[in-house]
């Protein structure tokens, strides 16, 4: 029999009736979703890993960023009574900081990046004793400064990375 045709009624197992006539499992399209959703947050989870560690220069950054602002939430209190001796103190161990860093810091290059946001200290710190002696500390001044330090240290680190 050089020819054979299959036809429906034959016992041939290519020509059998699948048991199930549908092309997909309905549920593919919810695993394929399911799937690929878990894939990227895995992914997001490793690089989110990645920036965990943070190069020593981003963690000064960030150290003497958290600084400023508990500097500003300790002294841009409206009503507080100002203490000049503790305010004094305070600003001369920002001030070590800051040196600290620019000593501490293995590229030469970011040296004048951590000067700039010293002198802001210094500058920020000027104002707040001017405001802070004469009484007009207001709740609006206290965000303010934080808004501005915020951007003086966004503008840092974009800065030190170009």
Do not use: W
């Not at 199930?20 to 959703?37: E, G, L």
């Not at 963690?59 to 409206?78: G, M």
């Amino acid at each position: 029999m050089p020819f054979h045709v299959l036809t429906r009624g034959s016992e041939l197992a290519q020509d059998r009736q699948p048991n199930d006539p549908r092309p997909m499992n309905p549920n593919a399209a919810k695993n394929f979703i399911v799937r690929n959703t878990f894939l990227c947050a895995v992914a997001f989870a490793l690089a989110s890993c990645a920036t965990l560690t943070k190069p020593e220069s981003d963690v000064s950054f960030e150290n003497l960023r958290a600084f400023e602002i508990s500097f500003v939430d300790q002294y841009a209190v409206p009503g507080k009574r100002f203490d000049a001796a503790a305010f004094d103190a305070k600003v001369a161990e920002g001030n070590a900081k800051f040196q600290d860093a620019m000593t501490n810091e293995k590229f030469k290059a970011r040296r004048p990046v951590l000067k700039d946001l010293a002198d802001q200290f210094k500058a920020e710190a000027a104002h707040l004793r001017k405001k802070a002696s004469t009484g007009k500390i207001t709740k609006a001044l206290a965000a303010e400064m934080k808004r501005d330090i915020n951007d003086n240290y966004d503008h840092a680190i974009a800065k030190k990375t170009e």
